[in-house]
Each structure stands twice: as structure tokens, then as C-alpha cells.
């Protein structure tokens, strides 16, 4: 597609339930990022993929998250266990490469929210 | 380590008013700087950008200058819309890895 596609838009999940995010990043982008946004807060970096190697996974938060990425494009981001303070908007982006400079492109995010 | 300190909001002006958000950042080496913004209920959308000290980004009558010797890159129109009103991130990218990103500002624009 054109852009970066992420689904679900919405998710609502219930305390303890494992989700799992997608991410369709823009053909031919070999770098790709989730971030997250909780209400009222800026963004935090989870991980990073260049191919399907994940060179930074600093971020994440617990061993409840887990990300992958297969054939260098679609890359899913697991949570197991969901915990209200996961509520957030989970964003995906890709850029061409992962060098300094390249315009990275963001998804419209998932909206999780765990009840 | 390196990070972004944005100007806290929110932001509130009249249409036609001039705007700055300022941005300051600390990074070892020599980084990438953008500005993103954040309409409502839209993804972030890159506004602009600069790769290297003096540069200037502009977009949309939005401008930024890559102040090394400052270590800034503010945001500025000379003009608000209420169009414009939205969360503006600026954002730094340092080597191999990813955005860091400050923690947003929140203009509103008034008729």
C-alpha cells in the first residue's frame, strides 16, 4: 500500500488477555519502529527492526512484550498478559534504511485499551 | 544520552498570530532534527526537517533552522491557521537507530 498500515485501529481486551498488533510498513522499507503513546504523554520507543533483525529491543517495557518481523516486511507486536497500564496507542513506522536522515513514516496507530 | 526538550504546552493563540515552539536537544555526533505534528484523530505526519547544521526545513509556511551553536531547532510560522491546530513533536535521530521524540505541544488555534 502507500503507507504504513497497522491493525487492528481499535482494540478493547480484557485484563490478562495476550493481543497482538500488525504492522504492513511501505514496500521496500527496510527499517521499522514501534512506538507507543499513552494518553497525554509523548513517545516511547520499544524496538526497532532493520530486516528482520532486531538490533535495540531496550525498550520494551516487561518480558510481556515481544515483537517479530518475517520476510523484512509485516512485523507483529505481541503482549501477553495485558495490564491496564498497557492502555495506549501502539504505533508502527518504517523508513528506507535506519540511517540518520531518512524520513520515517508512521502508521495511524492501535488503539488498545484493557479493561 | 541523547534527548529532546521540548517547550510545554498547551499553546492556545488567535488566528494570524505568530507562532514559535521551542526546541532544544543533546546529542553526541551530529543528528537529524524534525518536526512531526499530530492532527486530531490522524497519525504523526513528518512537517519538516534538516540533516545538518544551518539547514533550514519549511512545509506548510512552517519553518525550523538548525542552530548548532545553540543546539536548537525551533519551530515558527508567521501566521496560525486554525487549521494548524494540533500536537507538534520535534524529534532528533542520532546514527543507526531510532527518533527520539520530546513530549509534544499543544496549539490551539482561535478564530
Known amino acids: 500500500g502507500a503507507g504504513v498500515s497497522q491493525s487492528p485501529s481499535n482494540k478493547v481486551t480484557e485484563k490478562g488477555k495476550d493481543v497482538e498488533l500488525r504492522c504492513d510498513p511501505i514496500s521496500g522499507h527496510t527499517a521499522l519502529y514501534w512506538y507507543r503513546q499513552s494518553l497525554g504523554q509523548g513517545l516511547e520507543f520499544l524496538i526497532y527492526?532493520?530486516?528482520?533483525?532486531?538490533?535495540?529491543k531496550s525498550g520494551l517495557p516487561s518480558d510481556r512484550f515481544s515483537a517479530e518481523r518475517t520476510g523484512g516486511s509485516v512485523s507483529t507486536l505481541t503482549i501477553q498478559r495485558t495490564q491496564q497500564e498497557d492502555s495506549a496507542v501502539y504505533l508502527c513506522?518504517?523508513?528506507?534504511?535506519?540511517?540518520?536522515?531518512?524520513?520515517?513514516?508512521f502508521g495511524e496507530g492501535s488503539w488498545l485499551t484493557v479493561v | 544520552g541523547d534527548s529532546v526538550t521540548q517547550m510545554e504546552g498547551p499553546v492556545t493563540l488567535s488566528e494570524e498570530a505568530f507562532l514559535t515552539i521551542n526546541c532544544t536537544y543533546t546529542a553526541t555526533g551530529y543528528p537529524s532534527l524534525f518536526w512531526y505534528v499530530q492532527y486530531p484523530g490522524e497519525g504523526l505526519q513528518l512537517l519538516l526537517k534538516a540533516t545538518k547544521a544551518d539547514d533550514k526545513g519549511s512545509n506548510k509556511g512552517f519553518e525550523a533552522t538548525y542552530r548548532k551553536e545553540t543546539t536548537s531547532f525551533h519551530l515558527e510560522k508567521g501566521s496560525v491557521q486554525v487549521s494548524d491546530s494540533a500536537v507538534y513533536f520535534c524529534a532528533l535521530q542520532t546514527g543507526a537507530n531510532n527518533l527520539f521524540f520530546g513530549t509534544g505541544t499543544r496549539l490551539t488555534v482561535i478564530p
Open positions: 527492526f532493520q530486516g528482520n533483525s532486531a538490533p535495540d
Open positions: 513506522a518504517s523508513s528506507l534504511s535506519s540511517l540518520s536522515g531518512n524520513t520515517i513514516y
